[in-house]
């Protein structure tokens, strides 16, 4: 497969709960992983493989997968979360990274 | 503490190569399991991979990029690079370096970014 679908974009109330997915065949088979940029900033990793955290990352940030489908889920959402976030895992065949699209997520 | 750190021209010129180099340090790029890989990012748009290098010199590239393409590395300075020929105005973008570790069977993620070098196409 050759493309991650990801959600168009969304907002969350402050400390409410957001979830946002990613859609695609290699996800089947693949870890998803996703990472949250800023404005101006590199992108920072946030979940990996099975619902991974790197050192850093507040565990109010989660990650799941079924099918098709991964996703990322903010529990109690900060006004420091909004940012694009962005889905990616290798293809089908395992030689070639896709990204998502990006959501970006605002904090209200 | 592994560093990436993009360095090239920030300006070049239409159908000119592009050419980036990213210094690694605090790790090898002669460990097993690590891809050494460009993206970039048009203005106001989303991330796009380019490819990626492993150390015996394997690449990977973007079917869309391909055939302007070369990446290398570099092991004795412990730096990878990338060569864009034929650029246009297209071609402006950020581009990052990042690692992409392997962690087991079908488990990759990319773990380490540089901060990302703006490039503009312009004559």
């Known amino acids: 497969s050759f493309e991650l679908t990801q959600d168009p974009p969304a907002s969350v109330a402050l400390g409410q709960t957001v979830t946002i997915t990613c859609q695609g065949d290699s996800l089947r088979t693949f870890y998803a992983s996703w990472f949250q940029q800023k404005p101006g900033q590199a992108p920072v990793v946030v979940i990996y493989g099975r619902n991974k955290r790197p050192s850093g990352i507040p565990d109010r940030f989660s990650g799941s997968s079924s099918g098709n489908t991964a996703s990322l889920t903010i529990t109690g959402a900060q006004a420091e979360d909004g940012a694009d976030y962005y889905c990616s895992s290798r293809d089908s065949s395992g030689d070639h990274l896709l990204i998502g699209g990006g959501t970006k997520l605002t904090v209200l | 503490q592994v560093q990436l750190q993009e360095s090239g021209p920030g300006l070049v010129k239409p159908s000119q190569t592009l050419s980036l180099t990213c210094t690694v340090s605090?790790?090898?790029?002669?460990?097993?399991?690590?891809?050494w890989t460009w993206i970039r990012q048009h203005p106001g748009k989303g991330l796009e991979w380019i490819g990626y290098v492993y150390y015996t010199g394997t690449t990977y590239y973007n079917p869309s990029l391909k055939s302007r393409l070369t990446m290398s590395v570099d092991t004795s300075k412990n730096q990878f690079s990338l060569s864009l020929s034929s650029v246009t105005a297209a071609d402006t973008a950020v581009y990052y370096c990042a690692r992409d570790r392997y962690l087991g069977p079908y488990y990759y993620y990319m773990d380490v970014w540089g901060k990302g070098t703006t490039v503009t196409v312009s004559s």
């Open positions: 605090g790790a090898s790029l002669n460990n097993i399991g690590h891809y």
